[in-house]
């Protein structure tokens, strides 16, 4: 099973990144996908999740309306929009994949190696 994120960069506050992760080695479909992430010295807390059937729930109070994810079954892949960054999303985000989406990160069983979103 291989999550590999991708996307990550440094941007100036406001500005956008698209986040892709792509799935390998499991019935993607069957599986719902979160976005998390981890800001330095701080845990990890969940973004955002999509089941399989493209419902998607936010978890971030400060997200709403600036992020969104989606989710490409064929392809296996799975997207976080990130519009009008703020530098307090400075940090690293994984992908997972867990059989039903939840914030807590226990729930889920396979993680990417995540990727860096700096934002100045």
């Known amino acids: 099973v291989q999550l590999v994120e991708s996307g990550g960069g440094s941007v100036q506050a406001g500005g956008s990144l698209r986040l892709s992760c792509t799935a390998s080695?499991?019935?993607?479909?069957?599986?719902?996908m979160g976005w998390f992430r981890q800001a330095p010295e701080k845990e990890v807390e969940g973004v955002a999740a999509i089941y399989s059937t493209g419902s998607s729930t936010y978890y971030l109070d400060s997200s709403k309306g600036r992020f969104s994810i989606s989710r490409d079954n064929a392809e296996n892949a799975v997207y976080l929009q990130m519009n009008d960054l703020r530098p307090d999303d400075t940090a690293t985000y994984y992908c997972?994949?867990?059989?039903?989406?939840?914030?807590?990160?226990?729930?889920?069983?396979?993680w990417g190696q995540g990727t860096q979103v700096t934002v100045s």
């Open positions: 080695g499991y019935t993607y479909s069957s599986y719902c």
């Open positions: 997972a994949a867990g059989r039903s989406c939840s914030e807590d990160q226990e729930r889920y069983t396979y």
